[in-house]
């Protein structure tokens, strides 16, 4: 190591070539890394879906979701099995263990699925698919006064215009039902021509079939041959024959049946400030990037044609939050350079600050172009993590500036101060920077998306890191060892530098070398200070007065609010909702402009779009949404200054004007840019349906009682009307069977499919079924027309008794036992999840499940995650520590350092967690990051004092001496260190944007741990230190005490003078009559006793 620094010191013109490469790398792999708003994340998640149309949740668990859970629930690399009965579907989630491909395990259950021949008959084929995040860049909204028809038909032309664009490869239409060509035969109809709907279907379907006829070869060239009709054509299906008499009449399918060509039965909608719209959403695909996507989409809006009346606008556009983000972060790093320049400046030379900050871009520069290289991207996350080693990754190279500095100010030249500067500190910085690589280590190997989410985290800072060791002993030396004499500017900052530094250590003189030695002097008492603040904050986290947020909400400019409704639910209550959201929605609206508070009244808040969707699906996945059908959503988009009342508040009080919902399944108020997660989420278990139908709404019961915690679902708290139809004595006498009659029924009610053709990359079915009027009342279902088995007509209530009941309209597994699930949110400002969960524990949980000994419970979703993640963070956490401390023994040589280094590292909390309660931010998942950054800095702070110490001990320095003489030399450095790295984040810190909110609470972890790190570096283990030697010296005298041999008058003077140096602090008198062992007894105590003196 000293042989490569001396090397690059001597030949600038090798480091100045190295600097320049790093340079422009970076700038040369900025234009071509991937750019987007969040990394791309595995799931690590398989989907299983499995269609038995018109079942009900009952006969899809038994018949379906049993089997399939059966098949792949020891299948290898599989974790937790979810699945979901509702009606007409079975869907099944297989997580995959970490370590597993999730390709071979999808390939496993494929195999296992094909062979299962147990299904029912009418049950479709299981699609099995790896569940994969789906990257949004933007959201268009066509709106306008048109039919649900035209809408569809532009909707579809700006999709294949926006497909046309060379950056745009995905876009899906969303808000309008699946296209649809339904055959509607009238109940009158099949009376009075004695028809079935599967005679009808059988007689059609051989009509509807197209038969390629080969090639007729001609002298104008070759043409095609086919029999049947064209797809699609509604007239050609009305022509269809489906009856011949023995005159030679013809029954066509137009005849019985009324050809409607629209869309299914889904009734999904969107308005946009009243007027009928559909949203267009454009995703990125692949390596494409964000910035050229939306490019794309507002060239295409600044070309688009569209009719008179009809607007196409921009609803969401997660490019502008990736160039506000980039913006922010980019802003705040120029800020937080700035102001470390000018720190640095002060307590530096400027030339000196100057070599020492360009050592930041340099190794930023160079960790850019290693991000293509490590497979990442330039995301929010990324960025981040260049803020985060802003100010930490200065600290190498002002260690090392300070020394070389010291050198010169020793009257040694130029060179030689540089190598003998960066030779001196070498070694220190090599272990600081490798400990601060095993602090960030643990990130690397978190669990779960939000563990693959920061996961470049670490990578970004481990890898500037290391490039900050090569740039302070390569690069840095080399620079600093020209002897130019300073003029002008350059001889002003180091007169004024001069200047600091004698008033520096005036300072230190006068007073930080009196206070360092009151404090150790009264060290124990400072420990006991040490230690009382450390409980302070745990008592601030367990009282409740500093929450635990782990995953914090980010907000945006919109509010939304999403009601999921039961399946059932009827699409007049559906409508009916969606209208008194937009009503409770423009009644806010009315109070937000004209100022509801008084400090409110110079800048109201405008509410200037309402979006109103009904049948919405989920789209952050390409996993199927069986709910989407019953869930409504109305979302505001505000403007204005909410700085006095944040969106959070304006979901608050819209909640509270809307009013509750009690028929609805889930409700959720929130404006929250990230898809939103109850804060309890708890999994009851219970063989029996009804008992565990009980237990759940015991539960949501008692949360709701609860203060601070609202929007409480239960999903087993939707009920569904089913009508059981059970074959009669009767009927059996007519040849009849259960499953011919229930066969009868489905063709009647969900329709028979004839055809299935494409319309403009959709499938288009063509279904057979009953005229909606005759198939909406029970009695619709009583005077269904039923064929018996001599071929005679008759009704079904004469055949078959039908009885009503209510079941629920999902049942859930987890991991193969019956579940219920209720959730809930909570309001961080009046309680915690932790406090909700211990308080519904201790009242209502325990005494239920020692009650019924086959009851269980756990905790699941995002409660489940935080505890995992806590689980593998303080794991990974407890090994980065122990290799931290076996560098340590391998630096120091020795265990009782490094155990003080160690010991110093949970005191960063107190730092991080007091800044958090003065500024009232509750402690997130950003949080602990800055923790683990705070780790590397006292760590390093440490290391370097410790070994500035032993330095000094080294050459003779008592001990007192010594650790005075250390913490005063190594001051300057220590407080250059943190202060940098403050300065480094502050600008963050102070931001108000709300791209900046979620980044704040690692900025304050930082800012406030450092600098009571350097407190913990400056006086916590100096007194340490001391105290260890009181603790040795202790211990060494009470053994010798036991071990020390008789004193004897033939004793040598050497033996004589180490027992009174050994001994004399438990020996009374001089235990010898010779004057000769006597005096040198008494000249071993008197070393003794000098030895204490300077100790203390």
């Given at each position: 190591?000293?042989?490569s620094?001396?090397?690059?010191a001597?030949?600038?013109?090798?480091?100045n070539?190295?600097?320049?490469?790093?340079?422009?790398?970076?700038?040369?792999?900025?234009?071509?890394?991937?750019?987007?708003?969040?990394?791309?994340?595995?799931?690590?998640?398989i989907?299983?879906y499995?269609a038995?149309?018109q079942?009900?949740?009952?006969t899809?668990?038994?018949l379906?979701c049993?089997?399939?859970?059966?098949?792949?629930?020891?299948?290898?690399?599989g974790?937790e099995?979810i699945s979901?009965?509702?009606e007409?579907l079975?869907?099944v989630?297989?997580?995959?263990?970490?370590?597993?491909?999730?390709?071979?395990?999808l390939?496993q259950?494929r195999?296992?699925?094909?062979?299962?021949?147990?299904?029912?008959?009418?049950?479709?084929?299981p699609r099995?698919?790896e569940?994969i995040?789906?990257?949004?860049?933007?959201r268009?909204l066509?709106s306008?006064?048109?039919s649900r028809?035209?809408?569809?038909?532009l909707?579809n032309?700006?999709?294949r215009?926006l497909?046309?664009?060379?950056?745009?490869s995905?876009?899906?239409?969303?808000?309008?039902?699946?296209?649809?060509?339904?055959?509607?035969v009238?109940?009158?109809?099949?009376y009075?021509?004695?028809?079935t709907?599967?005679g009808?279907?059988?007689?059609?379907?051989?009509?509807?079939?197209?038969i390629a006829?080969?090639?007729?070869?001609?002298?104008?060239?070759d043409?095609?041959?086919?029999?049947?009709?064209?797809p699609g054509?509604a007239?050609?299906?009305?022509?269809?024959?489906?009856r011949?008499?023995?005159q030679g009449?013809?029954?066509?399918?137009g005849?019985v049946a009324?050809?409607q060509?629209g869309?299914?039965r889904?009734?999904?909608?969107?308005?946009?400030?009243?007027?009928?719209?559909?949203?267009?959403d454009?995703?990125?695909v692949?390596?494409?990037n964000?910035?050229?996507?939306a490019?794309a989409?507002?060239?295409?809006l600044?070309?688009?044609d569209?009719?008179?009346?009809?607007g196409?606008?921009?609803?969401?556009?997660?490019?502008?939050q990736f160039?506000?983000?980039?913006?922010?972060?980019w802003?705040?790093a120029?800020?937080?350079?700035?102001l470390?320049?000018?720190?640095?400046a002060?307590f530096?030379?400027?030339r000196?600050?100057?070599?020492?900050a360009?050592?930041?871009?340099v190794?930023?520069?160079?960790?850019?172009?290693?991000?293509p290289?490590?497979?990442?991207?330039f995301?929010?996350?990324?960025?981040?993590?260049?803020?985060?080693?802003?100010g930490?990754?200065?600290?190498?190279?002002?260690?090392?500036?300070?020394?070389?500095?010291?050198?010169r100010?020793?009257?040694?030249?130029?060179?030689?101060?540089a190598?003998?500067?960066a030779?001196r500190v070498?070694k220190?910085?090599?272990?600081?920077v490798m400990?601060?690589?095993?602090a960030?280590?643990p990130?690397?190997?978190l669990?779960?998306?939000?563990?693959?989410?920061?996961?470049?985290?670490?990578?970004?800072?481990?890898?500037?890191?290391l490039l900050?060791?090569?740039?302070?002993?390569?690069?840095l030396?080399?620079?600093?060892?020209?002897?130019?004499?300073?003029r002008g500017l350059?001889?002003?900052?180091e007169?004024?530098?001069?200047?600091?530094?004698d008033?520096?250590?005036?300072?230190?003189?006068?007073?930080?070398?009196?206070?360092l030695?009151?404090?150790l002097?009264?060290?124990?008492?400072?420990?006991?200070?040490?230690?009382?603040l450390?409980i302070?904050?745990c008592?601030?986290?367990?009282s409740?007065?500093?929450?635990m947020?782990?995953?914090?909400?980010?907000?945006?400019?919109?509010v939304?609010?999403?009601?999921v409704?039961?399946q059932g639910t009827g699409?007049?209550r559906?409508?009916?909702?969606?209208r008194?959201?937009?009503?409770?929605?423009?009644?806010?609206?009315?109070?937000?402009a004209?100022?509801?508070?008084?400090?409110?009244a110079?800048?109201?808040i405008?509410?200037?779009?309402v979006?109103?969707?009904?049948?919405v699906?989920?789209?952050?996945?390409?996993?199927r949404?069986?709910?989407?059908?019953?869930?409504v959503?109305?979302?505001?988009?505000?403007?204005?200054?909410?700085s006095?009342?944040?969106?959070r508040e304006?979901?608050?009080?819209?909640?509270d004007?809307?009013?509750v919902?009690?028929?609805?399944l889930?409700?959720?108020?929130?404006?929250?840019?990230?898809?939103?997660?109850?804060?309890?989420h708890?999994n009851?278990f219970h063989?029996?349906l009804?008992?565990?139908?009980?237990?759940?709404?015991?539960?949501?019961?008692?949360?709701?009682?609860?203060e601070g915690?609202?929007?409480?679902?239960?999903?087993?708290?939707?009920?569904?009307?089913?009508?059981d139809?059970?074959l009669?004595?009767?009927?059996?006498?007519a040849?009849l069977?259960?499953e011919?009659v229930?066969?009868?029924?489905?063709?009647a009610?969900?329709?028979?499919?004839?055809?299935?053709?494409f319309?403009?990359?959709?499938?288009?079915?063509?279904?057979?079924?009953?005229?909606?009027a005759?198939?909406?009342?029970?009695t619709?279902l009583e005077?269904?027309?039923?064929?018996?088995?001599d071929?005679?007509?008759?009704?079904?209530?004469?055949v078959a008794?039908l009885?009503r009941?209510?079941a629920p309209?999902?049942?859930?597994h987890?991991d193969?036992r019956?579940?219920?699930?209720?959730?809930?949110f909570v309001?961080?400002?009046?309680?915690?999840?932790a406090?909700?969960?211990?308080e519904?524990?201790?009242?209502?949980?325990?005494?239920?499940?020692?009650a019924d000994?086959?009851?269980?419970?756990?905790?699941?979703?995002k409660?489940?995650?935080?505890?995992?993640?806590?689980s593998?963070?303080?794991i990974?956490?407890?090994?980065?520590?122990?290799?931290?401390?076996?560098l340590l023994t391998i630096?120091?040589?020795?265990y009782?350092?490094?155990?003080?280094?160690?010991?110093?590292?949970?005191?960063?909390l107190?730092?991080?967690?007091?800044?958090?309660?003065?500024?009232?931010?509750?402690?997130?998942l950003?949080?602990?990051?800055g923790?683990?950054a705070?780790?590397?800095?006292?760590?390093?702070?440490n290391?370097v004092l410790?070994?500035?110490?032993?330095?000094?001990r080294?050459k003779?320095?008592?001990?007192?001496?010594?650790?005075i003489?250390g913490?005063?030399?190594?001051?300057r450095?220590?407080?250059?260190?943190?202060?940098?790295t403050f300065?480094?984040?502050?600008?963050?810190m102070?931001?108000t944007?709300?791209q900046?909110?979620f980044?704040?609470?690692?900025a304050?972890s930082?800012?406030?741990?450092?600098?009571?790190?350097?407190?913990v570096?400056?006086?916590?283990?100096?007194?340490?230190?001391?105290i260890?030697?009181?603790?040795k010296g202790?211990?060494?005298?009470?053994?010798?005490?036991?071990r020390a041999?008789e004193a004897?008058?033939?004793d040598?003077?050497?033996?004589a003078y180490?027992?009174?140096?050994?001994?004399?602090?438990?020996?009374g008198?001089n235990?010898?009559h010779?004057?000769v062992?006597g005096?040198?007894?008494?000249a071993?105590r008197?070393?003794?006793l000098q030895?204490?003196a300077?100790?203390?």
């Open positions: 190591m000293n042989r620094i001396a090397w690059f001597r030949n600038g013109a090798v480091a070539l190295l600097m320049m490469t790093l340079l422009l790398a970076g700038l040369l792999a900025i234009p071509h890394t991937r750019q987007e708003t969040l990394p791309n994340v595995p799931l690590d998640r989907g299983i499995v038995y149309p079942a009900t949740p009952e899809v668990e038994s379906v049993t089997p399939v859970e059966t098949a792949v629930d020891d299948v290898e690399g974790t099995l979901e009965s509702r007409g079975c869907s989630q297989l997580d995959v263990l970490e370590g597993h491909d999730t390709g071979d395990v390939e259950i195999t296992r699925l094909d062979a299962l021949d147990n299904l029912p008959k009418g049950a479709a084929r099995v698919q569940l995040v789906r990257n949004r860049v933007v268009l066509l306008g006064s048109l028809t035209d809408l569809y038909q909707g032309r700006v999709r215009q497909l046309n664009r060379d950056a745009i995905s876009v899906d239409i969303e808000n309008l039902p699946e296209r649809e060509m339904a055959l509607l009238s109940r009158d109809d099949l009075r021509y004695e028809l709907l599967d009808i279907a059988a007689a059609a379907s051989q009509s509807v079939q197209r006829g080969g090639v007729l070869r001609s002298d104008k060239g043409w095609l041959l086919q029999t049947g009709e064209q054509d007239r050609a299906y009305e022509q269809l024959v489906i011949q008499s023995d009449d013809l029954l066509k399918l005849d009324q050809v060509d869309f299914s889904d009734t999904q909608a969107a308005w946009l400030d009243g007027k009928p719209a559909v949203a267009l454009v995703y990125r692949g390596d494409q964000v910035l050229d996507v490019g989409v507002r060239n295409y600044a070309e688009a569209l009719p008179p009346g009809v196409l606008q921009v609803w969401s556009d997660d490019a502008r160039s506000e983000r980039s913006n922010l972060l802003r705040n120029l800020q937080g350079l700035v470390l320049t000018l720190m640095l002060i530096l030379t400027l000196l600050a100057g070599w020492v360009l050592g930041i871009p190794c930023m520069l160079g960790a850019c172009a290693m991000l290289l490590l497979g990442e991207s995301n929010t996350i990324s960025l981040f993590a260049f803020i985060l080693v802003l930490i990754v200065v600290d190498d190279a002002v260690i090392v500036g300070e020394s070389i500095d010291h050198q100010r020793q009257g040694l030249t130029g060179g030689q101060a190598i003998s500067g030779q070498a220190p910085i090599l272990f600081a400990t601060t690589l095993f960030f280590a990130l690397l190997f669990p779960g998306p939000e563990g693959a989410l920061m996961r470049v985290i670490p990578i970004v800072s481990i890898t500037i890191l900050s060791l090569v740039e302070s002993l390569w690069i030396p080399a620079h600093l060892s020209h002897d130019r004499p300073a350059w001889l002003k900052s007169q004024l530098a001069t200047r600091l530094n008033g520096l250590e005036h300072w230190l003189d006068r007073r930080a070398r009196p206070i030695r009151r404090c002097h009264w060290r124990y008492v400072l420990v006991v200070v040490f230690v009382g450390f302070f904050c008592a601030l986290v367990n409740g007065w500093l929450t947020v782990l995953f914090s909400r980010v907000e945006g400019d919109r939304m609010a999403e009601v409704f039961p699409d007049l559906l409508a009916r909702e969606v008194e959201l937009e009503d409770s929605a423009h009644t806010l609206a009315r109070q937000l004209e100022g509801v508070d008084d400090d409110q110079e800048a109201p405008h509410i200037d779009a979006f109103a969707e009904q049948g699906r989920q789209k952050t996945s390409n996993a949404d069986p709910g989407a059908r019953y869930r959503r109305v979302t505001l988009a505000i403007s204005g200054d909410t006095a009342m944040p969106p304006i979901a608050r009080r819209w909640r004007q809307h009013g919902i009690a028929d609805a889930s409700v959720k108020f929130h404006a929250s840019l990230m898809q939103v997660k109850p804060d309890i708890i009851l063989p029996d009804a008992t565990l139908q009980r237990m759940s709404e015991q539960v949501a019961l008692a949360l709701t009682r609860m915690v609202h929007e409480v679902a239960n999903n087993l708290h939707a009920q569904r009307t089913i009508v139809i059970n009669r004595e009767e009927g059996e006498r040849g069977r259960a011919q229930g066969a009868q029924v489905r063709n009610f969900h329709g028979i499919e004839l055809d299935r053709w319309e403009q990359d959709q499938e288009v079915p063509v279904m057979l079924r009953l005229a909606q005759d198939s909406r009342q029970i619709d005077r269904m027309p039923v064929q018996l088995a071929g005679e007509m008759t009704v079904l209530a004469a008794s009885s009941r209510q309209a999902m049942i859930s987890y193969g019956r579940s219920a699930t209720v959730s809930a309001d961080e400002h009046a309680t915690s999840p406090l909700a969960m211990a519904l524990r201790k009242a209502l949980l325990d005494p239920m499940m020692a000994d086959k009851a269980g419970w756990t905790v699941a979703g409660q489940a995650a935080i505890k995992d993640f806590l593998h963070l303080s990974s956490y407890l090994i980065a520590l122990a290799a931290i401390f076996f630096l120091f040589g020795g009782g350092q490094p155990l003080l280094v160690m010991a110093a590292i949970p005191f960063g107190v730092g991080a967690f007091m800044g958090h309660f003065l500024l009232g931010y509750s402690v997130t950003w949080s602990l990051v923790i683990i705070v780790s590397g800095v006292v760590v390093n702070d290391l410790l070994d500035a110490i032993n330095d000094l080294e003779g320095a008592s001990l007192r001496d010594a650790v003489r913490v005063s030399g190594r001051l450095p220590v407080m250059l260190t943190s202060i940098t300065a480094g984040v502050a600008p963050l102070l931001e944007s709300v900046a909110r980044l704040i609470p690692m304050v930082l800012a406030f741990g450092v600098l009571f790190a350097t407190l570096s400056l006086l916590l283990v100096p007194s340490l230190l001391v260890s030697n009181d603790v202790l211990v060494t005298r009470w053994l010798a005490r036991w041999p004897s008058e033939q040598t003077v050497e033996m180490e027992r009174g140096r050994l001994y004399a602090g438990w020996a008198d235990p010898y010779d004057a062992l005096s040198a007894w008494e071993g008197q070393d003794y030895g204490q300077g100790a203390q």
